[in-house]
């Protein structure tokens, strides 16, 4: 028998009607009431103090701070592909920090990326990795931003794709991109290992810059560590593709974390030279626990070879033939801190040959460091000056052209200069 047309459009209305019901029920949180800003005194100290390091774990601070503003207060620009964010202010402010909001509320935002007010909460909020983490270390940083000094700002609007400013497409974004639930200590591997991996896939959300994101900004299945980008810098893959993965082992993965530095690898540029220096705050056994873990993604496949044993010193001076005026710009610029056996060399810089930005099959990360130069976080590490307003796009391409081909074994780039010039563009946007 033949549905009539008025019976047709009745089924598609009923659909149409449980469809928005579905999607309702699916964007709609709860706004949770506001509290009475806690008295300090209230928190116990000892969980303060824990709640310090997690936090620092998290690099709350660097996110949460403009430059040259006041610690957690915020509104500091945060590019994405899709525009760009301005962060929250997370000081105990009662009007525009989170000093009315609840430990309930709190954990919510940290683990679901709902705010108290009931809207939904973008992703450079980390809490894919933050998801993962306890509650009990929640309280804990909660305890220590709720005791950090009030301040009143509030931060500049996002500036967006058009139409990327309705939140509640985020709700769809974590149905299919957030995946809760608690990290699973592995029974045969070491107490130390499964604390690196709690810290490492939670607070510390390493994932989120080196793993892979697809178009719609999720990180990638199963690709885990493979690699990506932050902020116009190459995150490497910290698994065995790792350009530079036999010069790494624990004690050197633990110097870098600590110190920025390492002697057989590269100092912390770009992005990794805060994170880096948060770490140097953080107690040794969390960060050699964070060493352990991600040494054994880097290893758990390939051919070991210890930092000592691979960090033969390349220098192929015939390099110069090829790159005359390169080579007269290395020696007149670089020479004094980059030439073998220089005195800077020798005291605090890492051998070229070993550099894995010079090594690595894509020059971004080199370009990055000769254009924006190396600047060391809280007076810590080597300084590289920038070279964006002294050399030409030409040159930088013809300098790392020089230094790959005298330093390295590896093949030369291609189509260097018109990536140079891309680059540039992309840093004065």
Same mark, same amino acid.
């Given at each position: 028998?033949?549905?009539?047309?008025?019976?047709?459009?009745?089924?598609?209305?009923?659909?149409?009607?449980?469809?928005?019901?579905?999607?309702?029920?699916?964007?709609?949180? #709860?706004?949770? /009431?506001?509290?009475?800003?806690?008295? +300090? @005194?209230?928190? %116990?100290? $000892?969980? &303060?103090?824990?709640?310090?390091?997690?936090?620092?774990?998290?690099?709350?601070?660097?996110?949460?701070?403009?430059?040259?503003?006041?610690?957690?207060?915020?509104?500091?620009?945060?590019?994405?592909?899709?525009?760009?964010?301005?962060?929250?202010?997370?000081?105990?402010?009662?009007?525009?920090?989170?000093?009315?909001?609840?430990?309930?509320?709190?954990?919510?935002?940290?683990?679901?990326?709902?705010?108290?007010?009931?809207?939904?909460?973008? #992703?450079?909020? /980390?809490?894919?990795?933050?998801?993962? +983490? @306890?509650?009990? %270390?929640? $309280?804990? &940083?909660?305890?220590?931003?709720?005791?950090?000094?009030?301040?009143?700002?509030?931060?500049?609007?996002?500036?967006?794709?058009?139409?990327?400013?309705?939140?509640?497409?985020?709700?769809?974004?974590?149905?299919?991109?957030?995946?809760?639930?608690?990290?699973?200590?592995?029974?045969?591997?070491?107490?130390?290992?499964?604390?690196?991996?709690?810290?490492?896939?939670?607070?510390?959300?390493?994932?989120?810059?080196?793993?892979?994101?697809?178009?719609?900004?999720?990180?990638?299945?199963?690709?885990?560590?493979?690699?990506?980008?932050?902020?116009?810098?190459?995150?490497?893959?910290?698994?065995?593709?790792?350009?530079?993965?036999?010069?790494?082992?624990?004690?050197?993965?633990?110097?870098?974390?600590?110190?920025?530095?390492?002697?057989?690898?590269?100092?912390?540029?770009?992005?990794?030279?805060?994170?880096?220096?948060?770490?140097?705050?953080?107690?040794?056994?969390?960060?050699?626990?964070?060493?352990?873990?991600?040494?054994?993604?880097?290893?758990?496949?390939?051919?070991?070879?210890?930092?000592?044993?691979?960090?033969?010193?390349?220098?192929?001076?015939?390099?110069?033939?090829?790159?005359?005026?390169?080579?007269?710009?290395?020696?007149?610029?670089?020479?004094?801190?980059?030439?073998?056996?220089?005195?800077?060399?020798?005291?605090?810089?890492?051998?070229?040959?070993?550099?894995?930005?010079?090594?690595?099959?894509?020059?971004?990360?080199?370009?990055?460091?000769?254009?924006?130069?190396?600047?060391?976080?809280?007076?810590?590490?080597?300084?590289?000056?920038?070279?964006?307003?002294?050399?030409?796009?030409?040159?930088?391409?013809?300098?790392?052209?020089?230094?790959?081909?005298?330093?390295?074994?590896?093949?030369?780039?291609?189509?260097?200069?018109?990536?140079?010039?891309?680059?540039?563009?992309?840093?004065?946007?």
């Amino acid at each position: 028998m033949r549905l009539s047309r008025l019976q047709l459009l009745g089924g598609a209305a009923v659909v149409a009607a449980l469809g928005l019901a579905v999607a309702a029920w699916i964007v709609y949180e #709860p706004e949770i /009431p506001k509290i009475a800003r806690p008295d +300090v @005194s209230s928190f %116990d100290p $000892k969980l &303060v103090q824990k709640g310090e390091q997690l936090a620092t774990v998290g690099d709350c601070i660097v996110c949460h701070t403009a430059p040259n503003g006041r610690p957690f207060a915020g509104s500091r620009a945060l590019p994405t592909p899709f525009g760009t964010l301005y962060s929250d202010n997370i000081t105990p402010d009662a009007a525009t920090g989170i000093g009315s909001w609840s430990l309930q509320a709190f954990t919510r935002a940290m683990k679901q990326g709902v705010a108290r007010d009931g809207s939904h909460l973008y #992703p450079a909020l /980390p809490y894919e990795h933050f998801t993962h +983490v @306890s509650d009990e %270390d929640l $309280k804990a &940083v909660y305890a220590f931003l709720m005791t950090r000094q009030p301040v009143s700002q509030t931060a500049p609007d996002n500036k967006l794709i058009p139409g990327l400013g309705f939140r509640q497409l985020l709700a769809g974004w974590k149905l299919l991109f957030l995946h809760q639930g608690e990290v699973v200590p592995q029974a045969d591997q070491s107490p130390e290992w499964n604390r690196g991996k709690y810290l490492v896939e939670g607070l510390a959300h390493c994932g989120g810059c080196h793993t892979p994101r697809n178009l719609a900004g999720g990180e990638e299945l199963g690709q885990s560590f493979a690699g990506g980008i932050a902020e116009g810098w190459n995150a490497p893959a910290l698994d065995a593709s790792n350009p530079a993965a036999a010069l790494w082992d624990t004690a050197s993965l633990f110097n870098y974390l600590k110190t920025g530095l390492d002697r057989e690898h590269s100092a912390a540029a770009g992005p990794m030279g805060p994170v880096t220096e948060g770490l140097s705050r953080l107690n040794d056994a969390d960060v050699k626990a964070i060493a352990v873990y991600i040494n054994s993604q880097m290893h758990g496949s390939a051919t070991y070879v210890s930092a000592s044993a691979s960090a033969a010193v390349m220098d192929n001076p015939s390099a110069g033939t090829a790159h005359p005026e390169a080579d007269r710009l290395f020696n007149g610029s670089c020479a004094g801190c980059h030439a073998p056996g220089a005195p800077m060399n020798l005291r605090s810089r890492p051998a070229l040959s070993t550099a894995t930005d010079l090594r690595a099959d894509d020059p971004r990360n080199a370009i990055q460091a000769v254009l924006q130069g190396i600047a060391p976080e809280g007076d810590k590490g080597p300084y590289m000056p920038s070279f964006s307003n002294i050399l030409t796009d030409s040159q930088v391409a013809d300098l790392l052209a020089y230094a790959r081909a005298r330093f390295t074994d590896k093949p030369a780039w291609k189509n260097l200069d018109a990536k140079v010039a891309d680059i540039r563009k992309e840093n004065a946007e």
